[in-house]
């Protein structure tokens, strides 16, 4: 099975742009969950899609969104971009049988100037 | 809400055994996840516990107590190839889904 694929892998924004990230999960999982990464940070949840809708989100101001097609592709909006958003997005999707666990993709690396 | 603490930096020597700890804090415990990342790549699954004991993978092991809120990832035989951060997360089953909160990684250095 192909992984999880994620586009664009680099991007360079100015600040007060916005910007769309794209994932394909794995074929057959329906759950597709963002994170951004950071030195200071670490790994942190932005959301999770399961067929189509939000089923949780983290603590991240609403310039932050996601949706989920009907393939389960996912793609996620920055607005108003800042310097602070500069990371890395990952994606992931959860494997359908026990324990669940999440196949990341490569990231977007986003650089907001 | 959750707090996951593990060590920022950790060193070690190739063939040595290294033991990784994490300590949490949740609501509602639904299991606990280790995930290696080499620098510039994506996370890959390493090992997951949901009940107290220890789980044997080839070279890697990991330990949970739930009653200490308490994990840790073994080791053994340490090649250089193992130098990467080690997260550890944990699920919460107060979510309806699958929400991980990763711990800040600990960055491992296997020296010769």
């Known amino acids: 099975k192909a992984g999880v694929t994620q586009t664009p892998r680099y991007l360079i924004k100015t600040r007060g742009q916005q910007v769309t990230l794209s994932c ?3 074929s057959g999982h329906r759950s597709v969950s963002w994170y951004q990464q950071t030195p200071g940070q ?7 899609y399961f067929s189509e809708t939000q089923r949780n989100k983290g603590n991240f101001p609403g310039r932050f969104s996601g949706r989920q097609f009907s393939n389960s592709r996912s793609e996620m909006n920055v607005s108003t971009l800042e310097l602070g958003d500069s990371a890395l997005y990952l994606c992931a999707s959860m494997g359908s049988g026990f324990p669940y666990e999440q196949y990341f993709g490569p990231g977007t690396r986003l650089t907001v100037t | ?10 060193t070690a020597t190739e ?9 949490y804090q949740t609501s509602g415990f639904n299991g606990l ?14 090992s997951y516990n949901v009940l107290d ?3 044997e993978k080839g070279r890697f092991s990991s330990f949970l107590s739930r009653s200490k809120g308490y994990s840790y990832l073994l080791l053994k035989e340490l090649q250089m190839k193992d130098s990467a951060s080690y997260l550890c997360a944990v699920r919460d089953h107060n979510n309806a ?7 800040g990684g600990t960055r491992l250095m296997v020296k010769p």
């Open chain 2, 33 to 46: 996840f280790w995930y290696q990342q080499h620098a510039g790549e994506a996370p890959t699954f390493l």
């Open chain 2, 53 to 55: 004991g220890l789980e």
């Open chain 2, 15 to 23: 063939g040595a055994i290294v033991q990784i700890n994490c300590t």
């Open chain 1, 42 to 48: 670490g790994l942190q949840f932005l959301f999770e």
């Open chain 2, 97 to 103: 889904g699958n929400m991980l909160t990763f711990g």
């Open chain 2, 1 to 10: 809400g959750q707090n996951i603490d593990q060590p920022t930096e950790m």
């Open chain 1, 24 to 26: 394909s999960p794995i």
